[in-house]
């Protein structure tokens, strides 16, 4: 099995269900096709999914005879989506416009298998942030910017990040960024695990 990833989360996530997955970077221009996508009016859902189903295209092309994992995460506030923040000014303006409203995440995976799509699931996770100050956000983003920053939406639940939200619905491996029960689920009905 091959992540086409290197999220560390995800890789960690997996290991820990006690699958091995050997990590490959997809290099794949993430940020040009999100862009388009969402100028051509693409529902976030989908954009998701397409970015997962890229990935995993791309590894497989390469690995054809493994079954690769494809995975994307996209945030998005109504049809607005969200990329990870470039600079800590950019973190502080995402967060702004985030605070006191309701946001979701959309966590997608695609399964390649003899280098063909085989199985996709969109997970869905609703996030509710606090109308947080100023001063905190300030102080979050300063003391957080090297974790924060790899992360769609400037934050991380499973840091200090969960003191921004007022209330949280949804699977937390989708909020990670890997729907990871939909995958064991497939994974076992097809007698690929045990259960």
Known sequence: MILASTSPTRLAMLRAAGLDPTAIAPRVDEASMRDALAA??????????????????????????????????????????????????????????????THKLLSALVVY????????????????????????????????????RHSVGCYKIEEEGVRLF???????????????LPLLAWLGNRGMIAR
């Open 40 to 101: 051509d009016g693409a529902h976030p859902r989908d954009i998701a999914d397409a970015l997962a189903e890229m990935k995993a295209r791309k590894v497989a092309e390469k690995h054809p005879t493994e079954l690769v994992l494809g995975c994307d995460q996209v945030l998005a506030l109504d049809r607005e989506t969200f990329a990870k923040p470039e600079t800590p000014d950019d973190a502080r303006r995402q967060l702004t416009h985030l605070r006191g409203k």
């Open 113 to 148: 298998e003899n280098a063909e799509p085989v199985w996709r699931f969109v997970g869905e996770a609703r996030l509710t942030m606090h109308s947080v100050s100023d001063l905190y956000l300030n102080d979050y983003i300063d003391r957080n910017w090297d974790s924060i």
């Open 166 to 180: 007022s209330a949280i619905t949804g699977d937390h491996f989708t909020i990670l960024g890997l729907p990871l």
